[in-house]
C-alpha cells in the first residue's frame, strides 16, 4: 500500500469525520471508498462512451419497431 499526505482546509475535514462517522469507519477507509466510487464512475462513464460510439443507430431502431405499439398498462402511463 501507499502512503498520502493531503492537506485539506479544516472545515472540509471536519466534514470528512462526520461523513466517516456516521459510517462507523476510520478516515482512511471512508477516503479510500470515496475514491475507488469515483475511480469506478468515471471507467464506467469510459467504458459506456465507448460502447456507445460502437452503436449501430440503424439495428437500434430495427431492434425498437420489432416491439408491438399498445397503451401503455393502467398505472404506467
Known amino acids: ?7 485539506l482546509p479544516n472545515s472540509i475535514q471536519r ?5 466517516a462517522d456516521l ?3 476510520p ?7 470515496a ?3 469515483k475511480i469506478s464512475a468515471l471507467t464506467a462513464e469510459a467504458y459506456l462512451g465507448t ?10 431502431r430495427a431492434i425498437l419497431d420489432k416491439v408491438p405499439h399498445r397503451a401503455p398498462l393502467e398505472g404506467d402511463e
Do not use: W
Open 1 to 7: 500500500m501507499t502512503t498520502l499526505n493531503l492537506t
Open 15 to 19: 466534514h470528512l469525520q462526520e461523513m
Open 35 to 37: 475514491v475507488v466510487e
Open 51 to 60: 460502447r456507445a460510439s460502437r452503436a449501430a443507430p440503424d439495428a437500434f
Open 27 to 33: 478516515i482512511n477507509q471512508f477516503v479510500m471508498s
Open 23 to 25: 459510517e462507523g469507519v
